[in-house]
């Protein structure tokens, strides 16, 4: 079992932080950073232990399209795997059916590499830049606190 941590890295707060100033009206329902008990007890090897793990709401109605970042993201040397509609990539593999229990219907998880968890670069530069308002809001605000048991 991977130890879980009490805070995610820079780079996994960034992921959610750039989505929400470049997409400031995308549904969050399925944001995440840390794992709940429930997904500690079924996937006790998550990256979200290490809080290396993001997910990412699929709202395409609002701009955010979890196929483009499922897409995209295989470009960016940080990500060490992608999983999205129940298919899983990662750059040794390419894409696979994805087994686990949850298929990722409505959120793209992204994985971080280890040597990468301090850089908040910009995860999504096809996206465009966002608005300085947009910026300040998303650096503010407190991300939510998942329920430990």
Aim: aromatic share 6%; charged share 25%; proline share 7%.
């Amino acid at each position: 079992m991977k130890p879980v941590v009490k805070k995610a890295t820079p780079a996994a707060i960034a992921v959610l932080r750039q989505a929400t100033a470049l997409r400031p009206k995308r549904k969050k329902a399925s944001d995440g950073l840390l794992p709940s008990a429930a997904h500690q007890l079924q996937n006790p090897n998550s990256d979200h232990n290490t809080g290396f793990g993001v997910d990412l709401s699929h709202d395409p109605v609002n701009g955010f399209d979890g196929h483009d970042v499922y897409i995209n993201l295989k470009a960016d040397k940080r990500v060490k795997y992608l999983i999205f509609k129940g298919l899983i990539w990662s750059l040794e593999k390419g894409d696979l059916k994805y087994n686990g229990v949850n298929q990722h219907e409505h959120h793209v998880h992204i994985s971080i590499k280890d040597d990468c968890g301090n850089d908040t670069s910009p995860w999504f530069p096809w996206l465009g830049k966002a608005t300085t308002v947009n910026k300040v809001k998303a650096a503010v605000k407190p991300l939510p606190k998942k329920e430990t048991k």
